[in-house]
Nanobody
Framework: VQLQASGGGLVQAGGSLRLSCAAS????????MGWFRQAPGKEREGVSS????????YYADSVNGRFTISSDKANNTVYLQMNNLNAEDTAVYYC?????????????????????WGQGTQVTVSS
């Protein structure tokens, strides 16, 4: 599975960005795709996740109400719409996926749950 993330950039506080993650190669019949971020000196944290099997969405408290995850299943692409960005959102954002059939814990915002990762895309919010 290959994941290609894009859409990062520099934006002013209060602005918006939309990240995209396109999956190719072997695709799972039932999988979750998630967005994670890592700021300098900090651990990678879960931002949002989308279950293709249940269509449920999951958000970290820090982004709930500002970020929206959505998917285009036909094109194996997941989006992250980020609104009202602030300086604390500055990080490298990664998309990742795992096969829910193989999961026992279903920790959708835990990076350890995910098996395949895309390259990161930098998001920088200027204050």
């Amino acid at each position: 599975v290959q994941l290609q993330a894009s859409g990062g950039g520099l934006v002013q506080a209060g602005g918006s960005l939309r990240l995209s993650c396109a999956a190719s190669g072997r695709t799972f019949s039932s999988y979750s795709m998630g967005w994670f971020r890592q700021a300098p000196g900090k651990e990678r944290e879960g931002v949002s996740s989308f279950s293709m099997a249940t269509t449920r969405t999951y958000y970290a408290d820090s982004v709930n109400g500002r970020f929206t995850i959505s998917s285009d299943k036909a094109n194996n692409t997941v989006y992250l719409q980020m609104n009202n960005l602030n300086a604390e959102d500055t990080a490298v954002y990664y998309c990742a996926t795992f096969d829910e059939h193989l999961s026992e814990s279903f920790q959708y915002l835990n990076p350890d749950e995910y098996d395949f990762w895309g390259q990161g895309t930098q998001v920088t919010v200027s204050s």
